[in-house]
């Protein structure tokens, strides 16, 4: 059963610090704020570059067994998109991962990611949907783009043009943390340590 301490996130190259040193990335970022701000939380980060979410998927249940992670930060679809990948797949993916995590106990944060109006308006359009129409679904908190103050500044994303700089990463903290604030529990609610 999860023990309510411990925050999993799990993503892909925008979690996983791609292209910046580890620390500088915004979940480590996060890891800092918590202990600043007196959260008794211990942060795993399980994203991986380059993870579409039926590998995510895969990944989980051995993940949500061996972290029993109190919030899981969902944050994957991006690669989906990046291969065009179909929406429905995507969308399928992220719900069994919600509900596997729903099951072991944690509340999961959904994090959508926009992709570039170059896939045709149809396919963004769907992409988008995707994401609220999971969180309407299963009641979760929604950060409605992982880049919304970042991905149209280029000072603030690698030469790729897909990745986040250093710079953007406290810029990306300040974007999830009013969604995942109102999930954390302060020291004595997880157990009074």
């Not at 979410?53 to 993940?63: D, F, N, V």
């Amino acid at each position: 059963m999860a023990s309510g301490s411990t925050i999993l996130v799990f993503g892909d190259s925008l979690s996983a610090a791609y292209g910046v040193r580890p620390e500088q990335g915004w979940v480590t970022l996060l890891t800092q704020r918590l202990q600043t701000q007196g959260y008794g939380y211990q942060v795993i980060n399980a994203s991986v570059s380059g993870e579409t979410s039926s590998g995510a998927l895969e990944r989980l249940p051995r993940a949500l067994s061996l972290h029993a992670p109190g919030i899981l930060i969902l944050e994957l679809g991006a690669n989906d998109g990046l291969r065009g990948l179909p929406v429905n797949a995507m969308h399928d993916n992220l719900a069994q991962m919600v509900r596997l995590a729903q099951a072991a106990g944690a509340r999961v944060l959904l994090v959508a990611i926009r992709i570039p109006p170059n896939y045709g308006p149809r396919y963004t359009d769907e992409f988008g949907r995707a994401y609220g129409e999971i969180a309407q679904k299963y009641h979760l908190p929604l950060v409605p783009f992982l880049l919304e103050k970042v991905a149209l500044d280029a000072a603030l994303m690698q030469e790729d043009g897909l990745h986040p700089n250093a710079a953007a990463q406290p810029i990306i903290l300040d974007t999830v943390w009013p969604h995942l604030k109102p999930l954390l529990k302060n020291k004595t609610q997880i157990g009074g340590h």
